[in-house]
């Protein structure tokens, strides 16, 4: 596979098909297109209305200006998820027209401050901002691991884990196919660990 190949599926493309989702930030070119049995879409990270959540989080935290946005969502995904001025400035207009957030011009820059109604927003449903920040954290870990030389290994590792759920389907709430199932899975893990440490 080319470079360009690589560019357009971003850096967590193993990430989001191991788990079965659209792979992120991938280009016209290869959308729609079939890989190792997978469809290729443009994915998403946050659900619907938590990129609005995401924006007010970050501004909790001190004024930003729309690159710094940007910068900070990216960064803490790891590199995975990395938003379009596109999508930060409508947003943030909206944002600003419901009296949530106020902005200004600081050398050149349209810098976004939350406002208390902002505040009290934001404090109405604190459990989304700590799940969209979870979910970053979690992608920024895995990411690490992700290289395109894994390719090879990406039908069995998703064979492995769409059995094993099939497999916890199949002895969820049977104590017997628990146990023997839970055995099966412990052993494969120190199978693994034991070739890590080779």
Same mark, same amino acid.
């Given at each position: 596979m080319s470079k360009e190949w690589w560019a357009h599926l971003g850096k967590d493309w193993w990430l /989001?098909?191991? *788990?079965?989702?659209?792979?992120v930030d991938v280009s016209e070119p290869f959308k729609?297109?079939?890989?190792?049995?997978?469809q290729i879409n443009r994915g998403r990270f946050f659900e619907?209305?938590?990129?609005? =959540?995401? =924006?007010?989080?970050?501004?909790?935290?001190?004024?930003?200006?729309?690159?710094?946005?940007?910068?900070? *969502?990216?960064?803490?995904?790891?590199?995975?998820?990395?938003a379009s001025p596109g999508s930060v400035y409508p947003t943030a207009q909206?944002?600003?027209?419901?009296?949530? =957030?106020?902005?200004?011009?600081?050398?050149?820059?349209?810098?976004?401050?939350?406002?208390?109604?902002?505040?009290?927003?934001?404090q109405k449903d604190p459990e989304t901002a700590r799940r969209i920040w979870e979910?970053?954290?979690?992608?920024?870990?895995?990411?690490?691991?992700?290289?395109?030389? *894994?390719?090879?290994?990406?039908?069995?590792?998703?064979?492995?884990?769409?059995?094993?759920? /099939?497999a916890a389907k199949w002895a969820a709430g049977k104590p017997e196919r628990e146990a023997k199932l839970k055995a099966i899975l412990w052993r494969t893990i120190q199978d693994l660990d034991k070739l890590i440490k080779k």
């Open positions: /989001r098909a191991s *788990m079965g989702a659209p792979l729609g297109r079939k890989f190792y049995g997978l619907i209305g938590e990129f609005r =959540i995401a =924006i007010l989080s970050l501004l909790s935290e001190g004024p930003r200006h729309g690159y710094q946005l940007m910068k900070e *969502m990216k960064e803490r995904s790891g590199g995975t998820y990395r909206q944002l600003e027209s419901e009296g949530l =957030i106020a902005s200004k011009m600081e050398e050149g820059r349209r810098v976004y401050s939350l406002t208390a109604a902002g505040r009290k927003e934001l979910r970053a954290e979690s992608w920024e870990e895995s990411g690490k691991y992700f290289e395109p030389e *894994m390719l090879e290994f990406l039908a069995p590792v998703t064979e492995v884990q769409m059995k094993s759920l /099939r």
